[in-house]
């Protein structure tokens, strides 16, 4: 709850857009409108019908799991190092959108010892997770296709891993100087798993179309994530099952098929990781 009373002032109402401050166990705005902050310290911050629920329960135990594991360390560090070194020397928060369990947040967090970060999601399974993944994190249920319950100018940072994202919302919310680091996997990220287990593979003009989509940014850094990983049965499992495919797939078919690979697997890991800056300061 500290975390969550110390970025309110950075967040607004999202019925009518009005400033939020705590009243016990929830968030009130001058016109009424009260959210309740869940027994787990997150607060649904959606006004009117949640048209996105997120990732399920069984999805969001297997991301946790994975990550856990350390498979993505590289990618997190990577997250931190650049946040870090790109963000403007202001008090702005940390915005993970789509941020999941809060996983990479964390990382940013302990990289940026004076800022608080904020991990907008849609799924109360990973929000559950996120609002108590690092002291200095708050977690807000949100739908990021929706007018973000976000100040204008209230972040130095936003973190998009792996999630969907509105850039216009991503450019109203950075501050001065802010920057935005996106992290997207490349065609051949976890690839022999789609071709061992069966799943759905990436667009290969991913990186063309997150180029258009952040034109209106100029790009700072642009990293690749690439390495070898080995994984054992569990954790192709959990990597599956973590992902789009896992929603065609029953849990017995995902088992069967793992069950018929060598173990461990050879898996790539490659993710590109940019940094792009608002031209608006
Ligand atoms: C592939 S996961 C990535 C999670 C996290 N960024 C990470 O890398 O660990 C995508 C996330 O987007 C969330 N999500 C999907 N649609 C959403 C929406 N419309 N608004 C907010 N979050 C959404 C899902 O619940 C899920 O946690
Ligand atoms: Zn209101």
């Known amino acids: 709850m500290a975390a969550l009373d110390a970025v309110v002032d950075r967040l607004c109402c999202p019925v009518c857009r009005g400033s939020l401050r705590p009243d016990g166990r929830r968030l009130l705005c001058p016109a009424g409108h009260a959210f309740d902050i869940a027994r787990q310290g997150y607060v649904n911050l959606v006004g009117g019908h949640r048209r996105h629920h997120g990732d399920d329960a069984r999805m969001v135990t297997a991301r946790e799991r994975f990550l856990g594991a350390g498979h993505y360390g590289p990618l997190s560090s990577t997250l931190a190092e650049l946040a870090a070194a790109h963000a403007p020397a202001d008090d702005g928060i940390v915005v993970d959108l789509a941020g ?22 849609a799924s109360t399974h990973a929000l559950r997770r996120a609002a108590k993944v690092h002291p200095r994190a708050a977690a807000i249920g949100a739908d990021v296709w929706a007018p973000l319950p976000v100040r204008s100018g209230a972040a130095a940072v936003v973190l998009s891993v792996f999630g969907p994202r509105d850039v216009g919302e991503i450019e109203r919310i950075l501050g001065p100087w802010g920057v935005v680091v996106v992290a997207t996997p490349l065609p051949g990220h976890l690839a022999e798993l789609g071709r061992l287990v069966g799943g ?4 290969p003009r991913k990186p063309e179309r997150l180029a258009a989509s952040f034109r209106r940014f100029e790009r700072l850094a642009l990293h690749q994530v690439t390495r070898r990983i080995a994984l054992g049965h569990g954790d192709v499992h959990a990597a599956m099952a973590m992902g789009p495919s896992a929603r065609h ?13 060598p173990e461990p697997v050879d898996v790539t890991v490659a993710v590109d990781v940019s940094v792009h800056r608002s031209q608006r300061h």
């Open 100 to 121: 999941g369990t809060g996983h990479h947040l964390s990382a940013v967090l302990d990289a940026s010892p004076h800022r608080y970060g904020l991990c907008v999601e």
């Open 249 to 261: 797939l029953t849990d017995d078919d995902l088992a069967r098929a793992i069950a018929r690979i």
């Open 200 to 203: 759905i593979g990436i667009d």
